[in-house]
């Protein structure tokens, strides 16, 4: 579903009565595909238990997603944009492209364009116990947040990256960087 937001025009500005009160709609718009498509997943009740249910089809149902059916629907996206009129199609240099080259083209870098795998709260979790031993990045005190343990090999720049987010957030708070910047320059981090 696509969702389509209408908003009135401008109007005049009183000082006895302010602004003119505008109106916003919104409506969704379905997409369907022109073809169904669909699996019946079936699961050993053994493995399921062994597994733990909800664990079980939670991984289960994002590798399927993740492996399957948002390749099949990005496929399906770029045909329908290059079938429009007016859209051509590049094709010289784009075969032998590698991430580096695509990150070049899209201006960010090629970090922005790795998939870490991170679906769920565990696979998060999962990624950050990896990153303890070598950059030191361990629970606060309070349980409820993280810091860089100085003694880890990799501290130092790990700190060094923090602090640079921790500015660019802080400007972003401020309202001396807009959205759209500071997700520039996440992208190019």
Not at 80 to 88: C, D, L, P, R
């Amino acid at each position: 579903m696509i969702p389509k937001v209408q908003v009135t025009g401008r109007g005049n500005y009183a000082r006895n009565v302010g602004y003119k009160t505008g109106l916003i709609t919104q409506e969704f718009e379905t997409k369907t595909f022109n073809y169904n498509r669909g699996i019946w997943l079936v699961a050993d009740a053994v493995d399921v238990e062994e597994a733990g249910v909800l664990d079980c089809f939670v991984e289960v149902g994002v590798e399927l997603r993740r492996t399957q059916v948002t390749p099949e629907v990005d496929v399906f996206t770029f045909v329908k944009i290059t079938g429009h009129t007016g859209v051509t199609v590049e094709s010289t240099g784009c075969v032998s492209a590698n991430a580096a080259d695509i990150a070049k083209a899209l201006e960010v870098s090629e970090g922005a364009l790795k998939d870490y795998g991170v679906e769920t709260s565990r696979d998060l979790i999962a990624l950050l116990l990896q990153l303890e031993e070598g950059y030191g990045l361990v629970p606060s005190e309070d349980s409820m947040g993280l810091t860089v343990d100085p003694e880890a090999p990799h501290a130092p720049k790990l700190a060094q990256s923090i602090k640079s987010w921790a500015e660019k957030r802080a400007e972003l708070e401020r309202g001396e960087l807009d959205e759209d910047a500071y997700a520039d320059w996440k992208a190019s981090f």
